[in-house]
């Protein structure tokens, strides 16, 4: 089956830091990442969709300059959490559409637990 | 607007069979996936339906009934690697998922 690999797993920042994730297909081309947060307790809520070679679709609600995406080949996306505060401590997760899926399905990472000190 | 609506916690015994509703009101329609979601972890896929019936796959089964804009998924012989979270998604007409909050299914013994 398909692969979404992301990186870091976890990682914990001092309030003001800029944090780097990395989302990749690892055996498919994506023409489209999407990304994720997810509180404790709450479902997923989409930050964004992105298509590889154009500028990120946002979410209302979600600050582009503040989440910064890159989606820079078919196998590549990454999100940058720029000076980063507590409150941005979640669960983000990329998922990844198949370039000839035929059921549109998304397929997962395993997310990274982001917690900002 | 889109809504999506399945109960929020479940309770079911080892060895029993449940069935996980969920309703949508959605702008069109491409098909309706289920999400398997273990605590602290990320949604693994369970099924696809797009036309209305029964998918049987395993344990796991999916129904859909466009009709009535409802789905649900019933798991048999229940184990406790079962308890976890369910999450039903529509795929719109602008093909963008449209999630539900999930429901937190327990496995008592």
Redesign the interface.
């Known amino acids: 089956g398909a692969v979404v690999s992301q990186h870091p797993s976890r990682v914990i920042c001092k309030s003001g830091t800029s944090v780097k994730i990395e989302c990749r297909s690892l055996d498919f081309q994506a023409t489209t990442m999407?990304w994720y947060r997810q509180f404790p307790k709450?479902?997923?809520m989409?930050m964004a969709?992105s298509n590889e070679g154009s500028k990120a679709t946002y979410e209302q609600g979600v600050e582009k300059d503040k989440f910064l995406i890159n989606h820079a080949s078919l196998t590549l996306s990454t999100l940058t959490v720029t000076s980063a505060h507590p409150e941005d401590s979640s669960?983000y997760?990329c998922s990844a559409r198949h370039l000839a899926g035929e059921?549109?399905?998304?397929?997962?990472?395993?997310?990274t637990?982001l917690t900002v000190l | 607007g889109q809504n999506i609506d399945q109960p929020t916690e479940m309770t079911a015994t080892e060895g029993a069979i449940v069935q996980i509703n969920c309703t949508y009101q959605t702008s069109g329609f491409n098909g309706l996936f289920w999400y398997q979601q273990h605590a602290g972890e990320a949604p693994t896929f369970l099924s696809y339906n797009v036309l209305d019936g029964l998918e049987e796959k395993g344990r796991f089964s999916s129904f859909l009934s466009r009709s009535k804009g409802y789905s649900y998924l019933l798991l048999k012989e229940l184990q406790m690697k079962d308890s976890a979270s369910y999450l039903c998604a529509v795929l719109d007409s602008n093909y963008q998922l449209i999630w539900g909050a999930g429901t937190k299914l327990i496995i008592k013994p």
Not at chain 1, 103 to 111: D, Y
């Open positions: 999407f709450q479902s997923l989409l969709t669960f997760i059921m549109n399905e998304q397929f997962f990472g395993p997310g637990r």
